[in-house]
């Protein structure tokens, strides 16, 4: 059985393969699951064996057979893409979208298939990482009218555009160079005003597919850090999650959203007022100490009393950061009132 499993010269035994993937998972004897370990682990090793990938996906129904050839597949990818001839990449390429395509085309086999599409959408990041923007320029253009053919298709390439953020501006250290991530970063960047549209569209449209609304809202999230401050507040964006926000399913994520238009902790505001756009200075005036800004954070002062009598142990402890640290500025503004400076908007004898 492992013999004929270790020759590769024609195509792989899916059944006899699926069988030992099996047994590595089964329960069956000791023996049998370390005998599965050794044979699985030599084909994963010979350089090979992704050739045999796309004929195990095809006619493998075990899922974790699947999972074992995209591994194999994206070891390929990581480590060897740049010198496979340029019709094999191609291949990959447009085999791992079409079948995204298929699987995320309607409900039942998007929500079946799930796991195996999730599966697909990284190892799809994974060559982007090589392809795009360089031999891949279309692909932003390409997914935005993918998403317009169906919402469940939509709902997937959101997935895709908050995995691709994700991977350029938080996980890509240590895996690509300064200037790969530099020039992924230039392109996202460059070509962020169709995936703002798109966000728009779907968060305006009044879907009744609450998952595509809720995985808007996390791509949203992913790069509302990150983009042209225009993009929030000269477009309808903050209006349309404002009139979502009272919808319960999608509170938490909108909210993230709103938090995310915020100037961050340790901003220089004096500084990015002298030099920021007219866009970053209507902003930052919203945060001057007005007695409704005051008024309104003195409920989110009362609110957050609240919270602290939630009976969570993290929840409490949160809270307790913060109480530590508003106590600590109080106390500093109190001996020293030379430094007495507003805190949150709040001038400190406001709170008096």
């Known amino acids: 059985m492992a013999e004929k499993l270790?020759?590769?010269?024609?195509?792989?035994?899916?059944?006899?393969?699926?069988?030992?993937?099996?047994?590595?998972?089964?329960?069956?004897?000791?023996?049998?699951?370390?005998?599965?370990?050794?044979?699985?682990?030599?084909l994963q090793n010979n350089p090979d064996m992704w050739l045999q990938v796309v004929h195990i996906l095809q006619n493998s129904q075990n899922l974790n057979t699947k999972f074992f050839a995209l591994q194999v597949l994206e070891g390929v990818i990581k480590y060897r893409w740049n010198a496979l001839p340029v019709e094999q990449r191609d291949g990959i390429k447009n085999y791992i979208s079409d079948v995204i395509v298929q699987l995320s085309m309607n409900e039942a086999s998007f929500r079946r298939e799930r796991l195996y599409v999730n599966k697909l959408n990284i190892i799809l990041i994974q060559v982007l990482k090589h392809e795009w923007p360089a031999r891949w320029k279309s692909f932003i253009p390409d997914l935005i009218k993918a998403a317009?053919?169906?919402?469940?298709?939509?709902?997937?390439?959101?997935?895709?555009?908050?995995?691709?953020?994700?991977?350029?501006?938080?996980?890509?250290?240590?895996?690509?160079?300064?200037?790969?991530i530099k020039d992924l970063k230039h392109s996202l960047n460059s070509e962020f005003q169709l995936i703002h549209e798109l966000c728009l569209y779907v968060l305006s449209s009044a879907s009744q597919r609450t998952e595509l609304v809720r995985t808007t809202l996390a791509t949203l999230h992913a790069f509302?850090?990150?983009?042209p401050v225009g993009y929030i507040f000269q477009s309808p964006l903050l209006d349309i999650l404002l009139k979502i926000f009272p919808v319960v399913s999608y509170r938490n994520l909108t909210l993230q959203c709103l938090t995310e238009t915020i100037l961050p902790p340790g901003t220089n505001i004096p500084d990015l007022y002298a030099t920021g756009s007219g866009e970053?200075?209507?902003?930052?005036?919203?945060?001057?100490?007005?007695?409704?800004?005051?008024?309104?954070?003195?409920?989110?002062l009362e609110y957050l009393i609240s919270i602290s009598y939630?009976?969570?142990?993290?929840?409490?402890?949160?809270?307790?950061?913060?109480?530590?640290?508003?106590?600590?500025?109080?106390f500093e503004a109190q001996h020293n009132p030379a430094t007495t400076a507003s805190m949150m908007g709040l001038q400190v004898g406001a709170i008096y």
């Open 310 to 330: 939630v009976d969570d142990t993290e929840v409490f402890k949160v809270c307790l950061d913060y109480w530590n640290l508003l106590v600590l500025e109080l």
């Open 224 to 227: 509302l850090s990150w983009i």
């Open 280 to 300: 970053a200075q209507s902003h930052i005036r919203v945060l001057e100490s007005t007695l409704e800004n005051r008024n309104a954070l003195l409920m989110g």
């Open 148 to 180: 317009k053919s169906s919402e469940t298709i939509c709902e997937n390439c959101m997935t895709i555009l908050k995995l691709l953020s994700e991977e350029v501006f938080d996980f890509s250290r240590g895996e690509m160079t300064q200037q790969k």
């Open 6 to 42: 270790r020759d590769l010269s024609h195509p792989i035994d899916v059944p006899l393969l699926d069988a030992t993937v099996a047994a590595f998972y089964g329960t069956g004897s000791k023996e049998e699951r370390t005998a599965a370990d050794q044979i699985l682990r030599e």
